[in-house]
């Protein structure tokens, strides 16, 4: 059995090929893409990971002997399918750059600290109605070498796989109001406007905790006219 989407809802996912983000340059297809039928195992799982979430996987302030610094924040949010229905049982993942722009990555050589209390890595699940929800620190900019003192804003890599997922979806949240977005090529290879918008976090008063951390909301629709755009597309 093979299924059919409608192929207009691509369009908010941004191109292989994005000339002013250079790295595309090399590693997007010279060629025609052949297009492989879906078999029954990829429509309908499996499922990787899930298992070895633990409870407090998804707090990346106590993962370490000591807290983090920088500002505690909380991300939460649902996932969706094209129908706004909450997707359960989801495996999200993120990681991060810490409050400094910096990973703890061999290949980062930022000349920004490290904290030793500070993994920029987490998971969850979510639950039966589609939700997630993440403490962690608000990641600061980085340089990224694309071009003449390029910085990336700030952001959060997000990954979600679950049942009948035919691959993992990757994707990237940012946060309102970031004065780096018009020099961003990754933020702005997607270039229709509504679908940049959907990879903005929005300040959620209502859940933040008073005295203790600011709160965003952050939806991932997994595909439609409304969904998320995602890096492996």
């Known amino acids: ?14 191109a292989r090929l994005s000339p002013d983000y250079r790295s595309t340059v090399k590693r ?27 409870a407090n996987d998804n707090d990346l ?39 400094c722009g910096r990973y703890i990555h061999v290949v980062d050589q930022h000349p920004a600290p490290l904290d030793p ?41 997000f990954s979600v796989f679950g049942h009948s997922f035919v691959s993992r979806l990757v994707t990237q949240m940012y946060f309102p109001g970031d004065p780096l977005f018009p020099f961003d090529p990754i933020f702005n290879s997607v270039t229709d406007e509504k679908a940049r918008a959907r990879m903005i976090s929005s300040f959620d008063l209502e859940n933040t905790k008073p005295e203790w951390a600011l709160c965003y909301r952050f939806d991932i629709v997994l595909r439609g006219r409304n969904a998320t755009p995602m890096e492996t597309k």
Request: hydrophobic residues 30%.
């Open 1 to 14: 059995m093979t299924l059919l989407y409608p192929l207009q809802s691509l369009a908010a996912h941004p």
């Open 28 to 54: 997007s297809p010279s060629r025609p893409l052949i297009p492989m039928r879906h078999t029954l195992s990829e429509l309908t799982g499996p499922v990787y990971g899930h298992e070895t979430v633990r």
């Open 61 to 99: 302030t106590i993962q370490a002997k000591g807290e983090p610094l920088g500002e505690r924040i909380i991300v939460h949010g649902h996932v969706r399918d094209e129908d706004g229905r909450g997707v359960p049982n989801t495996l999200v993942e993120l990681w991060q750059a810490n409050a």
């Open 117 to 157: 209390n500070f993994t920029g890595a987490g998971r969850t699940q979510s639950d039966d109605r589609g939700y997630y929800k993440f403490i962690t620190i608000k990641p600061g900019a980085y340089p990224w070498g694309n071009h003449h003192n390029a910085w990336r804003p700030a952001h959060i890599h």
